[in-house]
């Protein structure tokens, strides 16, 4: 038996993540209807690196887990492996996961999360929402967290790092003067 080959790519490092405004609003209402029933959830976003070392956003993809009061997990295996060969397909890397956790609850990694993240790759970034994305998905809010893969576990950016490496860009801007 041969070892099967990996469906993702080994993303280069990423100074800079670059998401369309509207991508993070539709996230919001995915998140915030699991959230609604008390639900955590989760979401993987996957995309391309520029030239200069930063990385975009195409797609944000909504796995099909089982949810219940206090976790997600994978559904089996046929199933992630759609969400997996999806990026393969398209050679896409995955970025990020975001998830959410329940209104008054920390947003730093549980060590569920830790162990139970999309991708092991280091690099690889988690974003936890608070409060179930109440207040929708905003990635310069201050409660809101990202951790970042190393070789000695996941690290926490502090916020300033967070604000000049997650970048936010709207994704249609109409300049015409009449308004066409």
């Given at each position: 038996m041969t070892p099967q080959t990996p469906l993702t790519h080994t993303c280069p490092p990423v100074r800079k993540y670059i998401l369309q405004h509207c991508m993070l609003q539709l996230l919001s209402l995915w998140l915030q209807d699991a959230g609604r029933v008390g639900i955590e959830d989760v979401a993987i976003a996957a995309g391309y690196p520029t030239s200069?070392?930063?990385?975009?956003?195409?797609?944000?993809?909504?796995?099909?887990?089982?949810?219940?009061?206090?976790?997600?997990?994978?559904?089996?295996?046929?199933?992630?492996?759609?969400?997996?060969?999806?990026g393969h397909r398209h050679g896409m890397y995955y970025l990020m996961q975001m998830h959410t956790h329940p209104r008054g609850c920390s947003t730093h990694h549980s060590s569920r999360d830790d162990v139970g993240a999309f991708s092991d790759r280091l690099g690889f970034v988690s974003v936890v929402v608070p409060d179930f994305a109440d207040r929708g998905v905003d990635l310069h809010d201050p409660r809101t967290t990202v951790?970042?893969?190393?070789?000695?576990?996941?690290?926490?950016?502090?916020?300033?790092?967070a604000m000049q490496r997650m970048v936010v860009v709207p994704a249609l801007i109409n300049l015409q003067q009449d308004g066409r």
């Open positions: 200069d070392g930063d990385a975009v956003v195409a797609s944000v993809l909504h796995p099909n887990a089982q949810r219940k009061r206090g976790w997600y997990e994978q559904r089996d295996g046929a199933t992630w492996d759609e969400l997996y060969s999806f951790h970042e893969r190393t070789a000695n576990g996941w690290r926490v950016w502090p916020h300033a790092e």
